[in-house]
């Protein structure tokens, strides 16, 4: 089993930043790709981002070339720098790892505000 745990999350102006991060514990070693997801209310999980241990990146379209994410393999975590942010990225945002089985863990979520 993997334990997550994200901070970060708040209120933000549109137009500033924020750092997201994610910490990793646990059955770690078999963890291969971690990233962020987001949930609006009253709509679906969607993709932020996804990394790989070789720091191969993945974005969501609504993210790409705001948003980057970035991992700390010997500290076991992965972060998300928001950059610009709308009001639209308004969301609790997820962070999620994987095995190389494809099991899948979960954090409990930070809450992220953008005010215009």
């Known amino acids: 089993q993997v334990q997550l745990v994200e901070s970060g999350g708040g209120l933000v102006q549109a137009g500033g930043s924020l750092r997201l991060s994610c910490v990793a514990s646990?059955?770690?070693?078999?963890?291969?790709?971690m990233g962020w997801y987001r949930q609006a209310p009253g709509k679906q999980r969607e993709l932020v981002a996804t990394i790989t241990p070789s720091g191969f990146t993945r974005y969501g379209d609504s993210v790409k070339g705001r948003f980057t994410i970035s991992r700390d393999n010997a500290k076991n975590t992965v972060n998300l720098q928001m950059a610009s942010p709308k009001p639209e990225d308004t969301a609790v945002y997820y962070c999620?790892?994987?095995?190389?089985?494809?099991?899948?863990?979960w954090g409990k979520g930070t809450l992220v505000t953008v005010s215009s």
């Open positions: 999620k790892g994987e095995y190389y089985n494809g099991m899948g863990f």
């Open positions: 646990g059955d770690i070693l078999r963890i291969n790709t």
